[in-house]
């Protein structure tokens, strides 16, 4: 049976290991976007991984979701990264930088632009915004002459996170951020070529990695999706026609991998596993969901043919998951109240496992 800790070749890369640090978003970044030197801890503290996925990066002043985080949008912030990059490699890793859009999923408190999406319907729920959490306001509706441009502004990013250092990218294509959104039965409520039937809402996302692969090249880009997923109020009412045929346009990109979270039946994903020909990332577990991928979640999907798996919130408090995966040490529990609150109490504070007499 294969093993998390068996090497695999994942595009141009080379991993130790099948374990991905998921991507989390840490609201840690500078004033502009800018990452800093206590990211380039963090990130080179857990470079055992097989591969990192970076948090959340904006392409684009539009495409910010949450104050604080990172952007790759100016040539300041592919400055700041360099450095991120290089501790990472330095201890051996290797890093690809998520782009997510946020799309509808944001405000103008944090970002001056009134948020953009598909269509003219608000996200469920409140967003995060310098003043702390207000309800998601209505966005504007692309003009349709105006998604292309959104669709490029992944690629753009891209070459800025490659020029950065890093080793690919992870379009976001999850969790009800842009590409979600217009992939929704719900949120994507257009009649021109970017809405209603299934070939028309996969466009975007298809247009958006297509770009972005060839800008950088397929086998540094990734795409992360979220089948069935709730977030932020979307709705997938058509799973089993508008995934297949998503997988069958991306896969003649001949990408890294696609990375599937488990936010929908088994039934499904095993469906989808084999729909694709290429490199299988999988979550085993909803993000922020009651349960973390742990070692037996970990082996159950590798055994049905995953072949990453996606580990995050347990990455948080354990920098050296992958040791203590392979030895069966404890995970040390993490303090939820860190995720968001800046600085570097519950960012840099967890250590190593120490062993006792």
Same mark, same amino acid.
């Given at each position: 049976?294969?093993?998390?800790?068996?090497?695999?070749?994942?595009?141009?890369?080379?991993?130790?290991?099948?374990?991905?640090?998921?991507?989390?978003?840490?609201?840690?970044?500078?004033? /502009?976007?800018?990452?800093?030197?206590?990211?380039?801890?963090?990130?080179?503290?857990?470079?055992?991984?097989?591969?990192?996925?970076?948090?959340?990066?904006?392409?684009?002043?539009?495409?910010?979701?949450?104050?604080?985080?990172?952007?790759?949008?100016?040539?300041?912030?592919?400055?700041?990264?360099?450095?991120?990059?290089?501790?990472?490699? %330095?201890?051996?890793?290797?890093?690809?930088?998520?782009?997510?859009?946020?799309? &509808?999923?944001?405000?103008?408190?944090?970002?001056?632009?009134?948020?953009?999406?598909?269509?003219?319907?608000?996200?469920?729920?409140?967003?995060?915004?310098?003043?702390?959490?207000?309800?998601?306001?209505?966005? &504007?509706?692309?003009?349709?002459?105006?998604?292309?441009?959104?669709?490029?502004?992944?690629?753009?990013?891209?070459?800025?996170?490659?020029?950065?250092?890093?080793?690919?990218?992870?379009?976001?294509?999850?969790?009800?951020?842009?590409?979600?959104?217009?992939?929704? *039965?719900? %949120?994507?409520? &257009?009649?021109?070529?970017?809405?209603?039937?299934?070939?028309?809402?996969?466009?975007?996302?298809?247009?958006?990695?297509?770009?972005?692969?060839?800008?950088?090249?397929?086998?540094?880009?990734?795409?992360?999706? *979220?089948? /069935?997923?709730?977030?932020?109020?979307?709705?997938?009412?058509?799973?089993?026609?508008?995934?297949?045929?998503?997988?069958?346009?991306?896969?003649?990109?001949?990408?890294?991998?696609?990375? #599937?979270?488990?936010?929908?039946?088994?039934?499904?994903?095993?469906?989808?596993?084999?729909?694709?020909?290429?490199?299988?990332?999988?979550?085993?577990?909803?993000?922020?969901?009651?349960?973390?991928?742990?070692?037996?979640?970990?082996?159950?999907?590798?055994?049905?043919?995953?072949?990453?798996?996606?580990?995050?919130?347990?990455?948080?408090?354990?920098?050296?998951?992958?040791?203590?995966?392979?030895?069966? #040490?404890?995970?040390?529990?993490?303090?939820?109240?860190?995720?968001?609150?800046?600085?570097?109490?519950?960012?840099?504070?967890?250590?190593?496992?120490?062993?006792?007499?």
């Amino acid at each position: 049976m294969t093993s998390l800790f068996d090497r695999y070749e994942a595009g141009d890369l080379i991993l130790p290991n099948r374990v991905v640090m998921a991507p989390m978003t840490r609201v840690r970044a500078a004033a /502009g976007g800018l990452a800093t030197p206590s990211m380039a801890t963090y990130y080179a503290q857990r470079a055992t991984a097989g591969l990192i996925v970076s948090e959340g990066v904006q392409p684009s002043p539009a495409g910010q979701s949450n104050p604080g985080t990172p952007g790759l949008h100016t040539d300041e912030q592919v400055a700041s990264w360099r450095p991120v990059t290089a501790a990472v490699h %330095a201890n051996g890793g290797r890093i690809f930088a998520q782009i997510m859009h946020g799309g &509808r999923v944001s405000h103008p408190d944090t970002t001056g632009l009134r948020p953009v999406g598909p269509s003219a319907v608000p996200a469920a729920g409140e967003v995060f915004t310098p003043s702390g959490p207000q309800p998601a306001p209505v966005p &504007r509706a692309l003009e349709t002459a105006e998604v292309p441009e959104h669709a490029r502004s992944y690629a753009e990013a891209a070459r800025r996170a490659v020029d950065a250092g890093f080793d690919g990218v992870e379009l976001h294509g999850a969790n009800g951020y842009l590409i979600s959104q217009f992939l929704s *039965s719900n %949120a994507n409520l &257009r009649t021109d070529r970017y809405g209603g039937s299934v070939a028309n809402r996969i466009r975007f996302a298809v247009e958006a990695t297509a770009a972005t692969a060839d800008a950088v090249g397929g086998a540094r880009t990734g795409i992360r999706l *979220s089948p /069935g997923g709730t977030f932020w109020g979307v709705e997938e009412n058509d799973v089993l026609e508008l995934y297949p045929a998503l997988l069958r346009e991306l896969s003649r990109l001949e990408l890294a991998y696609v990375h #599937l979270e488990a936010t929908v039946d088994e039934d499904v994903l095993l469906e989808l596993r084999r729909l694709w020909p290429g490199t299988l990332v999988v979550n085993p577990t909803v993000p922020m969901g009651p349960k973390q991928t742990g070692r037996a979640e970990a082996d159950h999907w590798l055994g049905l043919g995953a072949d990453l798996i996606g580990f995050g919130r347990a990455f948080i408090a354990n920098p050296d998951l992958v040791e203590r995966l392979r030895t069966g #040490l404890p995970l040390a529990p993490v303090d939820e109240a860190t995720y968001y609150q800046g600085g570097d109490t519950g960012y840099l504070t967890y250590g190593a496992y120490q062993h006792t007499a």
